[in-house]
Nanobody, 126 residues
Framework: QVQLVESGGGLVQAGGSLRLSCAAS??????????MGWFRQAPGKERDFVAT????????YYADSVKGRFTISRDNAKNTVYLQMNSLRPEDTAVYYC?????????????????WGQGTQVTVSS
């Protein structure tokens, strides 16, 4: 019903930048009723919220740890969500997941997202 495919991960030095993409497809409805989010999970840690965007309004919300460094955006024509990551730090190293939510409230917890991509690895070297 909903398919999410991430790309754009890789290895980068501290201070560098990466842009993640999430190609989204849904059958039977549009993404205008969705929030699209990014989460990340480092080895041995929980999956943490990074950012989310309301597809219809474009409203964005960020975790404090990435505020001012990361930017979430969406391209309606391409049904794609992006995460531009600047000033990367070694502690940003994780598998990054794209997710979709039909929550009626701002979804910053993983349980509010019903659909997930397969993840893409981001490694920041010091």
């Amino acid at each position: 019903q909903v398919q999410l495919v991430e790309s754009g991960g890789g290895l980068v030095q501290a201070g560098g930048s990466l842009r993640l993409s999430c190609a989204a497809s849904v059958s039977g409805r549009t993404f205008r009723s969705y929030y699209m989010g990014w989460f990340r999970q480092a080895p041995g840690k929980e999956r943490d919220f990074v950012a989310t965007i309301n597809w219809a309004s474009g409203s964005e919300y960020y975790a404090d740890s990435v505020k001012g460094r990361f930017t979430i955006s969406r391209d309606n024509a391409k049904n794609t969500v992006y995460l531009q990551m600047n000033s990367l730090r070694p502690e940003d190293t994780a598998v990054y997941y794209c997710a979709a939510s039909t929550s009626m409230v701002l979804p910053t917890s993983a349980f509010r997202y019903a659909y997930w991509g397969q993840g893409t690895q981001v490694t920041v070297s010091s």
